[in-house]
């Protein structure tokens, strides 16, 4: 009877014990869950970051930014629009991170609205850059599937904005 009693005993330490262990790899994956989240977060932060510190201490960068603004009032040259479409590729290469960040659970589908949000003001924001988004949406149809980048098919389909100049 001693021995049935201190049996059971231990089995039962035993299947709290495993219980503990489960619990705590489970809390363990939550937080690199989110310690993931909060560097994809980070890393697009800085992406953009990183276009504004050019603009802010790169002379020939800021000089760029009227041309993004009005285009049709300045002259672009081969240069200019070789970072035009440097620039819009940036753009691009920053929502396409945000949406893969998504499809693998590291952004909920708030923040990828933001994204979303972000790109429609970028095309309001700057008409120098429709033509360059709109030679990368051509290029790479796979962006059509991607709901990030929905601004760009309602630019494209003439719902968003007028032609670029």
Known sequence: MKNSHLRETVEIIGVI???ASL????????QANRIASAQIEM???????E???SRATTPDFARLFPKLNSPGNHLVTATEESQLQGLAWHFTNL???AQIAHD???LDAQRLDKYQLDLAQTLDRFPGLHEPFRQIYDSFP????MPVFQPLREFEAGQLLPEAD
Not at 43 to 49: C, D, I, P
């Open 17 to 19: 014990s495993i219980v």
């Open 23 to 30: 619990l705590l790899v489970a809390w363990e994956v939550r």
């Open 43 to 49: 890393q697009l932060a800085q992406g953009f970051n």
């Open 51 to 53: 276009m504004n510190m």
């Open 95 to 97: 929502y396409y991170s």
């Open 104 to 106: 693998n659970g590291l």
């Open 142 to 145: 796979e962006l059509r599937s």
